[in-house]
């Protein structure tokens, strides 16, 4: 376990990824700890490395990373994957979901974690009063829906639906999640069926860019929400993205995308330091963060 005063060395690989809002949510709640928290992102895109070169690279920084002594390196786009084959050991939700995001090292060991998928999972259960997973309808099987999709099914979900745009992407997602949840129901529908999987569904977890502040919009009409029904957005950028607000004001149970974003936050900092960090302190230290990239 951590002690007062204790010294972390974290970094981020990925693309792109130098106004990550990871590094001072990290370093704030270490130092809330009485932790020496140094976390720094380390950028493919900055270092001049693109396409192959940055896939070939991502596992040389990752070992230079080990050996110079970082405790931990969070990974991102376009690395959760490729990553995996370079690590000891994946544990088994993160080898189910074909993606690592979170890398510790554990007496010279490289281990694979994914706090996606548990990130979703911790923000739904500190947001919703016994939510009810009967049945959730989830619009978006990509790379954040694949989290989304395993962690409903982690959490209880008795029936999922995915529907996609890419009705053959959302079938085999579907097919694959099948496979490893037996017990429960996936299955996959055309679009154009939102409307009428929605009228029966218990919950519903949005999966698309939809809403972003590049990406304007609603990807429901308000009119399909109604009370009975939980709803949850992964965007984050804004918080409040238009079907958050349709969805209050249609009196559901809301998870922001905010609540994603801080839970994986919560347990990559769980696995890198044995600390629990506080959820309230993370949520209202992330919420300055996003309201001052806006401005």
Request: glycine residues 10%.
């Amino acid at each position: 376990m951590s002690t007062v005063g204790e010294s972390y060395l974290v970094g981020l690989i990925g693309d792109g990824i130098t106004t990550s809002l990871s590094p001072p949510m990290h370093e704030k709640e270490g130092r809330e700890h009485g932790l020496l928290y140094l976390y720094r992102p380390v950028d493919v895109a900055a270092l001049g490395f693109e396409g192959r070169s940055a896939q070939d690279e991502a596992p040389r920084l990752l070992e230079y990373g080990r050996r110079l002594g970082f405790n931990a390196f969070n990974i991102t786009h376009p690395f959760k994957q490729t990553i995996m084959e370079h690590l000891d050991e994946v544990d088994e939700d993160a080898r189910n979901l074909g993606a690592v995001n979170t890398v510790v090292f554990e007496q010279g060991r490289s281990v694979g974690h994914n706090t996606d998928y548990s990130g979703y999972i911790t923000g739904l259960k500190n947001t919703l009063a016994d939510p009810d997973l009967g049945s959730v309808v989830q619009l978006g099987a990509g790379g954040a829906g694949s989290a989304v999709a395993y962690a409903l099914l982690r959490a209880g979900a008795e029936r999922l639906t995915l529907i996609d745009l890419d009705l053959e992407r959302a079938t085999a997602r579907a097919s694959d999640l099948q496979e490893q949840f037996p017990d429960q129901q996936v299955t996959a529908r055309p679009h154009a069926e939102l409307r009428d999987a929605l009228g029966t569904a218990t919950g519903f977890a949005h999966c698309t860019p939809v809403g972003m502040h590049t990406h304007p919009g609603i990807p429901v009409d308000a009119a399909w929400l109604r009370p009975e029904l939980w709803v949850s957005d992964v965007v984050y950028l804004p918080v409040e993205t238009e079907l958050v607000v349709a969805a209050r004001m249609a009196g559901c149970q809301v998870v922001d995308g905010g609540t994603m974003a801080v839970g994986q936050a919560l347990d990559a900092f769980g696995l890198m330091t044995g600390l629990h960090a506080d959820p309230e302190r993370v949520r209202a230290h992330f919420l300055e963060l996003v309201a001052a990239k806006q401005r």
